[in-house]
């Protein structure tokens, strides 16, 4: 029987949230102000921005807000190429959640890296033994982890939501869950199927839209401008018993460039007209 991932606490059914690197020229303190504004349910935070202010700033700064903190996330992957730097970013990660149980964050989302010279059955030997240990930590903190699958050639393991069933089954914790990236996962063969099988492990979705033909990684858009089935995957996941964030997560120069506040005013209006006419 699969863990259910609950709900980030005080989310409603249908939450959106942005990720902190949509706002990439924005400092933590201006991400709250333009997530405010623009209507946002929550905010994901970028792990460099925190950095900058400090944990014990930020929940401070969050406390004055309506917004949920929903997760944190842009953090080093868990697996490098020698056992001392794993220790040592394991080390980074535990202080992570450390930074999460300050801010009230519910989520954490991590990624493994790549084979760095391991066969899979290597790396996911070793993936499973970090996010054993980590999820331990974690669940002492009350977060969860969040694991993502990073389609290729960004890198080169963990690709599918297959490969990243396969892992969280393993690890077998409440404290680990998947990290539902759309931009990742829209391509994937089957994808409605693999949305019910997968739903109760949700952790957390990111979304963004698709250009056609894309040109490298940061060339993502605004949710409702490019060419993917958006509101289709996204009423599934929710048909399929997802309950926690939407969390816009957009790569882009342009959209970096761009006026911060209405991209995400234009975000909310995007993910309303999603369920319009629904109860």
Not at 61 to 78: E, F, I, K, Y
Not at 176 to 205: K, N, Q
Not at 218 to 243: A, C, F, M, N, W
Request: proline share 4%; net charge negative; charged share 25%.
């Amino acid at each position: 029987m699969p863990h259910i991932i609950k709900a980030v606490k005080g989310s409603p059914a249908r939450a959106l949230s942005v990720c902190g690197i949509t706002t990439r020229y924005l400092s933590f303190e201006e991400d709250v102000r333009v997530c405010s504004e623009a209507g946002m349910n929550g905010i994901s935070l970028w792990w460099d921005k925190i950095k900058a202010c400090g944990a014990v700033q930020g929940a401070k700064v969050l406390r004055d807000t309506p917004l949920a903190a929903v997760s944190m996330v842009g953090l080093p992957c868990m697996l490098t190429a020698g056992t001392q730097q794993n220790r040592q970013v394991f080390d980074l990660l535990r202080g992570a959640l450390d930074d999460c149980a300050t801010l009230g964050v519910g989520v954490m989302g991590v990624v493994p890296g790549n084979h760095e010279g391991r066969t899979r059955e290597q790396q996911d030997e070793a993936t499973i033994d970090v996010l054993v240990r980590l999820g331990e930590e974690a669940r002492q903190r009350g977060v969860t982890l969040a694991l993502e699958p990073v389609h290729e050639p960004y890198l080169d393991y963990l690709n599918t939501l297959v490969d990243a069933e396969r892992i969280v089954t393993a690890v077998d914790s409440t404290s680990v869950g998947i990290l539902f990236d759309v931009w990742h996962l829209c391509h994937e063969p089957e994808l409605d199927r693999r949305i019910e099988e997968t739903a109760s492990r949700i952790a957390l979705v990111h979304f963004s839209d698709w250009r056609e033909p894309t040109r490298y990684h940061d060339d993502r858009l605004l949710p409702g401008e490019g060419v993917l089935p958006l509101k289709s995957i996204l009423t599934k996941l929710h048909q399929s018993g997802y309950r926690g964030f939407f969390d816009v997560e957009v790569f882009s120069e342009e959209v970096w460039h761009a006026d911060p506040l209405q991209n995400l005013k234009k975000c909310r209006a995007f993910f309303d007209s999603v369920w319009a006419g629904e109860t």
